[in-house]
């Protein structure tokens, strides 16, 4: 909306022309949300506890987890969310589809990680709302989603899958590309929810899948750019990387509450809203893939709850000690921080790989 408001002006005050800019205007956007989360953070980590929002610990996890972490207020992906919001709304082009369709994503998935949150929260436990519950309202979400936004996207070329690697290799999806784009948001949503299991472990990951695709966004709006690194040219895709930039600004200010030992976990809350918001970037930008590689560490977290429930039911047997992965090398003796800072150099080499792919063509 201030961006809109500007525009007026720049006829009268040629310096407001800056605006203009999509690099300008996506650093606004970093420092907007980074600074709204530091203002808000404290007072709100205060009233939590207050308010006894705590963060109910699993029964069968860590036995440090349970002397550490209770007592940790929960739900601070609304704070994450508000910086967010308040960011994009003052710095996109709120006329861009691809703006209104993250925004969607953001606010319905964050609505369902908040009344999830609620649910553990009032009745004192880490169940929340039932796993096939929480799925079904996600389709629904998503398929609301993804139909709007293909009823207003203008870009012909739309249900296309682009494979990284493969100049040429395009797969035309058609219809199949609403159950697979619903796909892409519930299950980058979900796998951002299982990381979020330690302090600071899936708010990393996310500033740097979120920076990744600041960039992608960026190159794959601009003509001269998309051409040289031989990808899709979509029109206003640009626009996404101040979506991505409101990101990477909010989880920053949060990283400041929640690095270990955090002072606050940002719950349902904010994992499912940021993993589906990273799904719906990574549709809009037609690299979904590159998501998953860049979002390597998502995808191991998800695939080793998997493999432990299908090996569990089949056999009787756990691969893991536990699951998600993380709570594995927990239980083999790694300190909580090596299993972080050891996740995030995972999370710094798969981004790198994943930035690599738009070269090597």
Known sequence: MLYQFLLNFV??????????????RTGLS????????????GPFIKFSSNQKIYNPIRDDGPEDHIIKKIGTPTMGGVIILLGLLVSVLCWADLSNINILFCIYIAISFGLLGAYDDYKKIKFTNSSGISSKLKIVL??????????????????????NLYFPFFKDLIINLGWFFVPFSVFVIIGSSNAVNLTDGLDGLAT??????????????????????????NIPYIKGTGEISIFCGAIIGSCLGFLWFNAPPAKIFMGDTGSLSL???????????????VLAITGGLFVLEAVSVMVQVISFKLTGKRIFKMAPIHHHFEKKGWPESTVVIRFWIISIILAMVGLATLKLR
Do not use: M, R, W
């Open 11 to 24: 006829d009268t005050f040629g310096f407001l022309n800056v605006f203009k800019y999509l690099t300008f």
């Open 30 to 41: 970093v420092f907007t949300s980074l600074l709204i989360v530091l203002i808000i953070g």
């Open 138 to 159: 996600q389709i629904i979400l998503a398929i609301i989603g993804v139909i709007f936004y293909l009823q207003f996207v203008d870009y012909q070329d739309v249900t």
């Open 204 to 229: 990393v990951p996310v500033i740097l899948v979120a920076a990744c695709f600041a960039f992608i966004s960026y190159v794959t709006g601009n003509i001269v750019f998309s051409d040289y690194l």
């Open 275 to 289: 993993g589906g918001s990273l799904g719906a970037v990574g549709i809009i930008t037609k690299h979904e893939i």
